[in-house]
């Protein structure tokens, strides 16, 4: 065959169609991004899109509000970055998605920020006047919602950041205290004293959404409660007949507890009746044993063994114990003879289990919600209160109280009451058994100290009390109607979509299960409950002339007013003395505030209608933002402040675990940002599926840099051959070839993909898809195929045009789809395109494919040719790898089709155009038993040869032709043609 490797006569680059752009190889996002949000800082961009959308059906997502209180850390950019993705989509395909961020002020996380600044400086707060020291968190919040304003921009997140909401707005607490006084005057709004979680270090309650679980190891120990006497069935513990008289009752009920510190706090026990129970015989004991031989113990059967193996005795059971026996049963506080004489009556409860303990648990009802539900329930009488604010005893807490004793330090560390308690208890001949468990304890997510129940005066809002004589019905069989603040939020669920949709059955059993809401804390900084309790009745005041005077002084100066004026007369006015009344200082649970953010954010605004059309946080938000909401929206409206809920994962390293500094494992968003770019992160978010755990760390962003760099290589290069395009040569889509058409069938079909995927708020779907488009239809085949053409054919070649044509619509619409993804570089691409740097991609929608480039006959024509095109690709890379072959074009192969089907889909085309080779022969048969061949492509076959003739200077393929245009001896003719159009155009 001719040399395949003469040297070129002349160099003609310069008369090719080469990429041209000044849309950069290097992203360089650090440095490009900020000038990108300035430049959308000069465009008015929010406003621009808010201008677009004037006549849209709006979308609102009403934005969760994060705490004013530090830096932020990789689970707020992955929150946000999702809203904005909402946003964004929602924007581009035809909806006006304003979007508004806001900031959570008051509570516990920025006052204990202020305190730990006050014990570092040696101030003690409570001698700083309450409004000082709220203006000093009012400044603390103000800061912080400055810099988390900036980097939250800084992720390219758009929205109304000139005119944020915060909850410490005086607009917004004056509506806040109007949401409570509403519930003040339907009378959901209630003072009871219950046990509540309460932190001594704080010295405040907290709701369940304010709380995390830690493993902690406790002190365990079995209690021996000595059965004293027997009442008559139905008869009260006064009724009860000394157990003297029934001597096969005598003996000890024993309990089994991680609280040592609640047994001064005991006043029954608590049995199953579909528990077996037994009676047993103590025959064997160490001589320096608690339990000695011939005492009686009562013990669940199934428990019985461990209780015997932990107090080191052995014995037999003498008798099964019926559930009347037990029910009968009154009995002596272990420390009875130590001020605790009273009798402690034996009660059946549900909530007693035989998965541990001894079968019975001690009830301590001012210090558990099942213990005081039981003793309430039976009408005991009061609950007993036994632990200070500071976790330690009150005075009148005999033993215990005169020492000052307390459960837990001003740290959160255990001090000594546990201890006392036990050594009363052996001195007291009470104590069977003790241990340590390692287990699963409530502690305070802002301070990590561990937590108790204690029962103290509270504000609640009743969950179960009827609020009109017309509701929703109730859950269960009855078909009685009730219309009660669970049951609407029942209703409100069943009426929200989810996603995913496991949602809904999460919040469902929390509002099914959850008790009356606690709202009230014993705090300084937030919105106070701004209500009056008349002295003489206990009611609360719902006086309407109040209720607006509170609102009006509240929106002119803020919350502060409430504390400006001590008795609260301004207030009450002429009709109501102040000395008649109690005013109550206590601040709401900041979840009210958060919960209560529809009623200011979106009935107050003209641009932002009620209800939300979505919420979206963290999947923990279903016990915090997203249940407080609910709550607070159907107590006062009737059902949920939203139409539909988005949860998402937490962001995990990238062995699974959560982060911590101490662990060293943490990835931080600024982090990222400093050295990849907000678009990196982005991708991050959008590539990953979110409705679970997500995981994120050096390797793991890795692949977000490597799904980055191939999109905006792809984009580039569209760019750069876009370069050559003009609007005039646009072919229209009837004269396009048959790749071309085929190219816009695949780009209609990605687009359907894209929409479905945003609509369905799966990113990742949409991502995935755009980018396989642009990896295996457009880098790996379209381009392959065109770049000869594009680069080498004439200036008036039909085919070029076209194929720039598909490239212009190609890239405007698969920039827009991307553009809520990487809203940088979408950005600056299209700028780059259009040359018009005050035009962004952000004020376009996502387009539409036409309907005629839909063609399944046409796909499925080309899936044939692409299956040829894989056998014959596969040939020839083993021909490269054996250094046969150094470029496709060197190749000019036999491929033999016995397969009618795929040799009908070639018909017409040029496989050697197709194949990127310099020649191609398609033979029906004859295939040698050498030649190449692909098991899932059966009846095609490829025999690789050397393309003959000589090499074309200008565009290397290598052709007999080359030499039979005398003018340019060393091109292919279609290369000459291209030559002369190149100069006639140079003049």
Request: net charge negative; charged share 25%.
């Amino acid at each position: 065959m001719t040399d395949a490797k003469a040297a070129p006569v002349r160099d003609y680059s310069e008369t090719l169609f080469l990429p041209k752009t000044d849309f950069a190889m290097r992203a360089e996002l650090p440095k490009r991004e900020p000038d990108m949000l300035a430049r959308w800082a000069r465009l008015g961009l929010y406003e621009k899109l808010r201008k677009a959308g004037k006549d849209r059906t709006k979308f609102v997502l009403h934005d969760g509000p994060p705490y004013a209180n530090g830096n932020l850390h990789i689970g707020h950019a992955l929150n946000k970055i999702l809203k904005d993705l909402v946003v964004r989509t929602k924007q581009m395909a035809g909806f006006d998605a304003p979007y508004v961020p806001g900031w959570d002020c008051h509570g516990l996380p920025i006052e204990w920020r202020v305190e730990e600044e006050y014990r570092a400086a040696g101030k003690n707060k409570d001698e700083v006047p309450v409004i000082d020291f709220r203006k000093e968190c009012r400044a603390y919040a103000d800061k912080w919602i400055g810099v988390q304003s900036e980097e939250f921009q800084r992720l390219g997140v758009i929205g109304d950041w000139k005119r944020p909401y915060t909850t410490m707005n005086f607009r917004a607490e004056a509506v806040i205290a109007n949401e409570l006084m509403k519930f003040a005057t339907s009378g959901q709004l209630y003072r009871g004293s219950k046990p509540v979680m309460w932190s001594v270090v704080e010295k405040t309650a907290l709701a369940e959404a304010e709380v995390e679980y830690h493993e902690v190891t406790s002190h365990t120990i079995f209690v021996k409660f000595p059965v004293i006497g027997v009442r008559p069935n139905g008869g009260t513990i006064s009724d009860a007949e000394p157990v003297s008289q029934f001597p096969s009752s005598q003996g000890q009920i024993v309990i089994w507890t991680t609280t040592p510190w609640t047994i001064p706090g005991n006043r029954a026990v608590a049995f199953s009746p579909t528990i077996s129970y037994g009676l047993y015989e103590v025959t064997g004991a160490p001589d320096d044993n608690w339990t000695r031989v011939g005492e009686h113990l009562y013990l669940a059967d199934e428990l019985a063994e461990n209780a015997f193996k932990a107090g080191r005795i052995e014995a037999k059971r003498v008798r099964d114990v019926a559930t009347d026996e037990l029910k009968s049963f009154v009995l002596a506080h272990p420390l009875r003879a130590s001020g605790y004489d009273f009798s402690v009556p034996v009660l059946a409860a549900d909530f007693v289990t035989a998965d541990t303990g001894t079968g019975f648990v001690h009830i301590a009802p001012g210090h558990g919600a099942d213990d005081y539900n039981l003793w309430t329930a039976n009408r005991l009488g009061e609950v007993p209160h036994t632990v200070q604010p500071d976790g330690a005893y009150f005075p009148h807490v005999p033993v215990f109280g005169a020492q000052g004793l307390r459960v837990y330090d001003d740290k959160g560390k255990e001090a000594d009451a546990n201890k006392a308690v036990i050594e009363a208890l052996i001195a007291a001949d009470a104590l069977l058994a003790r241990g340590r468990l390692r287990h699963q304890y409530p502690h305070s997510w802002r301070s990590k100290a561990p937590l108790i129940f204690r029962n103290t005066p509270q504000w609640f809002i009743a969950m179960d009390k009827l609020l009109s004589d017309e509701g929703v019905p109730e859950r269960g069989d009855d078909g009685i109607a009730v219309d009660t603040l669970r049951n609407r939020a029942l209703a409100a669920i069943d009426a929200t979509a989810f996603y995913p949709p496991g949602g809904q059955n999460r919040l469902r059993g929390m509002i099914e299960a959850r008790p009356d809401w606690v709202i009230s804390r014993q705090r300084a900084w937030g919105v106070p409950i701004c209500v009056f309790v008349e002295k003489k009745t206990g009611e609360v005041l719902t006086d309407a002339a109040v209720n607006t005077r509170i609102f009006e002084a509240f929106e002119k100066e803020g919350a502060d007013a409430w504390f400006g004026d001590q008795t609260g007369a301004r207030f009450l006015g002429n009709d109501h003395p102040a000395e008649d009344y109690e005013k109550i200082n206590d601040i709401l649970d900041v979840w009210f505030d958060s919960g209560s953010t529809h009623a200011f954010v979106l009935e107050d605004s003209e641009n932002m209608p009620w209800p939300a059309d979505m919420y979206l946080e963290g999947s923990d938000q279903h016990r915090g933002w997203f249940h407080s909401s609910l709550l607070e929206s159907c107590g006062t409206r009737g059902r949920a402040p939203y139409n539909s809920v988005l949860t998402h994962g937490f962001a995990l390293d990238e062995q699974g675990r959560k982060m911590s500094k101490s662990l060293g494992n943490t990835t931080t968003p600024q982090d990222v940002i400093k050295q990849s770019g907000a678009d990196i992160l982005r991708i991050w978010v959008a590539s990953t599926d979110y409705s679970d755990d997500l995981r994120i760390g050096s390797e793991i962003l890795k692949t977000s840099v490597d799904t980055y760099r191939k999109l905006r290589n792809t984009i580039r290069w569209m760019l750069g051959a876009l370069g050559h395009f003009n609007e005039k040569d646009r072919v229209p889509f009837a004269k396009m070839p048959e790749l071309e058409r085929f190219m816009l069938h695949r780009l209609a079909e990605v687009g359907e993909e894209v929409r479905a995927g945003y609509d369905a708020y799966n990113f990742r779907r949409a991502l995935h898809a755009v980018m396989n488009f642009y990896t295996n239809e457009l880098s790996a085949f379209y381009f392959d195929i065109r770049r000869d053409a594009l680069y080498c054919d004439p200036i008036s070649s039909e085919t070029r045009h076209a194929a720039l044509s598909v490239l212009d619509l190609v890239f405007d619409l698969t920039v827009r789809w991307l553009a809520p993804v990487i809203p940088f570089t979408a950005d600056e691409s299209w700028v780059s395109r259009t040359g018009d740097d005050s035009r962004s991609v952000h004020l376009e929608d996502f387009g539409a494919s036409d309907a005629a480039w839909k063609n399944d006959a046409l796909d499925a024509k080309w899936e044939k040719v692409r299956r040829v095109r894989r056998v014959v690709t596969g040939a020839l890379e083993i021909e490269r790898a054996n250094k046969k072959i150094g470029s496709s074009l060197e190749a000019s192969p036999i491929v033999y089709v016995e397969d009618n089907e795929l040799r009908a889909a070639l018909q017409g085309l040029d496989l050697a155009e197709i194949c990127i080779t310099s020649d191609a022969k398609l033979e029906k048969s004859g295939a040698p038993a050498s030649a190449f061949r692909l098991d899932d492509v059966p009846g095609v076959a490829v025999e690789p040869r050397f393309a003959e003739g000589t090499k074309c200077a200008r565009s290397w393929k290598i052709s007999k032709d080359v030499g039979s245009d005398k003018e340019f001896p060393d091109l292919t003719p279609r290369d000459a043609a291209a030559m002369r159009e190149w100069l006639a155009a140079r003049g």
